[in-house]
């Protein structure tokens, strides 16, 4: 167990943990940040960042470095574990990561989409033709063909504007009754079985043996709901339920970034995290007195 008492302890070093610890930093708290080795998978593979303001065609390891580094200089721990169970005694949360726990007044979970692969080998393909977000990648598949799978209505949006700009738009709703698509969007009456491709995607094959060729696929709208590591934590439609404070129904408990529901953006991710550090940093100081 370590000794320190930290004012804050964020969960997760992608862009919303690491805004939420580079502000509560800058408040002069003591924090540390839990995260894994590559501390945003999601924007590690992102190949360009489009929408993030003031840094046009950054590519998403670019970008995830440079919020690492900002946090590396102002001296934040940052510790490559994974926090497997909170509990609180006495206004107190204890962390355990591994065999090592952490002690702290204040938390910001920042742990992004919890994913379940709906696909093989769609981690090898993340990023070389396969994605969780058109509307980010959208502008890669310009006159393109692409093949979107669906878990939920969530995914319409997406696919309509896709639509929009690609050549073809092949739609597999993995769930019932979908609502109305763009008339350019050709809905597939099949389940996905396969991607296809070497090095990069070229197709989907599919269960009744039938192949799409496509440059894309999407899997949509299938964002498993984020583990419960604290007991009691409110979750609506698998994200963690936050108010505009980005306070959780638990005292002391903030959330920021993906995991508190879309857009999933990095931009979203910063701001939210900028909140529930400047919160955090706060609710400790009143706890400390
Ligand atoms: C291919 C691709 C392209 C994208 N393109 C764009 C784009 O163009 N524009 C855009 O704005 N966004 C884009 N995104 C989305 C963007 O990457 C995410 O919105 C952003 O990374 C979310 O930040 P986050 O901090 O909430 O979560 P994440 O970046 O997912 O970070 C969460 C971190 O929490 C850690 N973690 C999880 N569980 C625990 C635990 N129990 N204990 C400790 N740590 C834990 C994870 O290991 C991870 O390090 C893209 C994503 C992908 C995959």
Do not use: W
Not at 1 to 18: F, H, I
Not at 145 to 157: F, K, L, P
Not at 194 to 206: K, P, S, T, Y
Not at 248 to 267: E, F, K, W
């Amino acid at each position: 167990m370590r000794q320190e008492l930290y004012d804050l302890a964020v969960l997760g070093c992608g862009p919303a943990g690491l805004s939420a610890a580079v502000n509560a930093t800058i408040r002069n708290k003591k924090v540390v940040v839990v995260g894994a080795e590559v501390c945003s998978p999601p924007l590690h593979k992102a190949q360009k960042i489009n929408n993030y303001l003031g840094m046009p065609d950054v590519s998403g390891g670019e970008l995830l470095d440079r919020f690492v580094q900002h946090a590396r200089q102002i001296d934040i721990e940052i510790l490559n574990s994974k926090a497997t169970s909170i509990s609180e005694l006495n206004g107190l949360f204890s962390i355990l990561l591994g065999d090592e726990i952490i002690t702290t007044r204040s938390i910001v979970i920042a742990t992004g989409i919890p994913y379940r692969a709906t696909l093989p080998r769609e981690d090898y393909f993340l990023g070389r033709g396969l994605g969780y977000c058109a509307t980010c990648d959208g502008p890669i598949y310009r006159g393109k063909d692409v093949i979107i799978v669906a878990h939920s209505s969530e995914a319409e949006d997406e696919a309509n504007f896709m639509a929009e700009i690609c050549r073809r738009v092949y739609y597999l709703p993995l769930y019932k009754n979908p609502g109305k698509l763009h008339h350019a969007v050709q809905m597939v009456d099949s389940r996905p079985k396969d991607i296809m491709g070497d090095e990069f995607v070229v197709g989907l094959e599919l269960k009744d043996g039938s192949i799409l060729n496509a440059e894309g696929v999407f899997v949509l709208g299938g964002e498993t709901a984020p583990d419960r590591l604290i007991p009691g934590l409110e979750i609506k439609d698998n994200h963690i339920v936050v108010n505009r404070q980005q306070e959780t129904n638990l005292p002391g408990v903030y959330a920021a970034g993906d995991c508190t529901g879309p857009p999933y953006q990095v931009a979203k991710s910063v701001g939210e995290g900028q909140v529930a550090g400047l919160n955090a940093s706060r609710y400790a100081s009143r706890q400390s007195g």
